[in-house]
């Protein structure tokens, strides 16, 4: 699975010129998990990440490349703590997954899904308000929870605590970003590369025809290599 191998090379390229922190995942460390959505009352809020009309990007890359092999949290920008008002945000995701044959059909299925483990993570005082058409992830963070330490790392734990649930995942990477100089627009139009690439492997999933003529998924098979390689194998033709 290397489908979106050119979105997180872009992804690291576009980051290069920024220095992360970056933390282990310790399992000691995770962030209370509230276990089920929680209202975090605009009165109760210290800032909203994305607020006030500011960037708030996710999406979420699958890789099999064995460069990923820890489990990680790297933050590029201000701590929880350390931002004051309202700020952009960003947070990525790359996944390493075994490799996968043609016909592992289970394993296919659990890449789609990957995403939506973000409906299945609940920290203590973060809550999310997520618009999957324009990729914006925007987060609410409770006064108290900023009181009671909470930080990128341990809610970044609590992501890769949930990831590593599916047997299929091997390794996790967590990304958030809030330097304000971060490339907010780039990372938005990678948001929409992977959710195309999604897209169209949930229409190869399902068994669409392999008539690249008339395929209105054509333009994303032309730009990301194996994916047209993938259709025809899974159909059964060279
Ligand atoms: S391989 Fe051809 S038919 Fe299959 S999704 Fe790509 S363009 Fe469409």
Known sequence: MRLYDSVIADTKKQLKAFAPKVWSYD??????????????????????????????????????????????????????REIKGDSPYARIVI????ELGKDDEEAYKAVRNMEFVKYHVFPKGYMFR????????????????????????????????????????????????????APYESFKKSAKKTADITRTLTHILDGMPTDCRSCSLKPVCDEVEGMRKLHFERSGRR
């Open 95 to 98: 996944l390493r997954t075994r």
């Open 27 to 80: 399992e000691n460390k995770v962030w209370p998990d509230a276990g089920e959505s929680e209202l975090v009352l605009k009165r109760d809020a210290a800032y909203e990440l994305g607020g006030s009309g500011l960037p708030a990007v996710n999406f979420t890359c699958v890789t099999t490349d064995a460069v990923l092999t820890g489990n990680q949290v790297m933050l590029y920008g201000p701590e929880l």
């Open 130 to 181: 997520i618009s999957s058409g324009d990729f914006r992830e925007q987060v609410r963070v409770g006064k108290t929870a900023l009181r009671r330490g909470i930080s990128f790392r341990s809610v970044g734990f609590d992501f890769i605590r949930q990831y590593l649930k599916n047997p299929n995942i091997l390794n996790v990477e967590l990304i958030f970003v809030t330097d304000p100089q």
